[in-house]
């Protein structure tokens, strides 16, 4: 890890302490694993804390394991040159939690996105309307449990 990501280390535990979060290192950044219900909280707590500044979200994906969904937000601060990944799963049976548009306004086509492909519902989203797939599309062709053989050309 660079070294303005080690100091992001040692000065994130207590800034998001009140979360309970898994806090580890990859070779690159910083990764913090919370629950579904403090997302908004803690993603509003990385972009406004003055010493945290995480004004930029990168990415947001959906990883499939099974058991359970992953979402992934890939934060960085234009201002510290710092990068974070913050994950939260959510029961395959029930993928909702809520959007973070309010926070990072570029996330919207992000969880359409993941709506369209992995049935990801983001509570408080003002538009869920597909982005990629066309109206009355049935199934999320990113989950591993859809069928392609059974899809058909339209």
């Not at 003002?126 to 069928?147: I, N, Q, R, T, V």
Request: glycine share 4%; hydrophobic share 40%.
């Amino acid at each position: 890890m660079k070294p303005k990501d080690v100091a992001l280390q040692g000065i994130l535990p207590g800034k998001i302490s009140v979360f309970h979060p898994e806090i580890s290192e990859t070779a690159d950044m910083v990764e913090v694993i919370v629950k579904p219900d403090d997302v908004v909280a803690i993603c509003d707590k990385l972009r406004n804390d003055a010493d945290l500044e995480f004004d930029y979200l990168l990415c947001l994906c959906v990883v499939d394991y099974v058991e359970h969904l992953q979402i992934v937000y890939h934060l960085y601060s234009t201002t510290h040159k710092h990068k974070l990944v913050l994950k939260i799963s959510v029961p395959p049976e029930e993928p909702k939690v809520k959007s973070v548009i309010s926070i990072w306004p570029s996330s919207d086509w992000f969880e359409r996105e993941s709506h369209d492909l992995f049935g990801v519902l983001f509570d408080g989203h003002p538009d869920m309307s597909p982005l990629l797939l066309y109206d009355g599309f049935e199934g999320y062709p990113g989950l591993k449990s859809f069928d392609f053989h059974d899809y058909t050309e339209w």
